[in-house]
């Protein structure tokens, strides 16, 4: 009946490929071949998201180890805080965070996370700062 493979290889050629989202030719957000995600269209499902968000995940797990070695043999839960603040400011922005990242290099947990909380990234999100910053004064107990 369907030669599904033949259908995904036309629409390919047809949509064309962007990774960030565009205006299609009738003006309705769309990413990768062609998905609409305006209002008017089926967005994502939350299957999707969930694989999104995975990815994401593992990539910055891979940036954190190759810009910052130490973190993959750091505290568990120094880890996943900055697992957590990589994802939210990527990791451009997380390198920044040069004293809270000192302190946390050197199990000086307490003290990261009252840098953390003098960020501006604590301004701009100050319950999630907060609840980090609580994780991190937790770490190596």
Known sequence: MYNLEEVTENLKREEGWSATVYDCSEGYESIGYGRNISATGP???KEEGEFLLSNDIARCVGELEAALP???GCD???ANVL??????LGLPTLLKFKLTLNHLQRDEYVLGASELLRSRFAKQTPARAQRL????RSAGQ
């Open 43 to 45: 967005g994502i499902t």
């Open 70 to 72: 130490w973190v993959s």
């Open 76 to 78: 568990r839960i120094v």
């Open 83 to 88: 697992v957590e603040l990589c994802y939210q």
């Open 133 to 136: 910053a609580e994780r991190l």
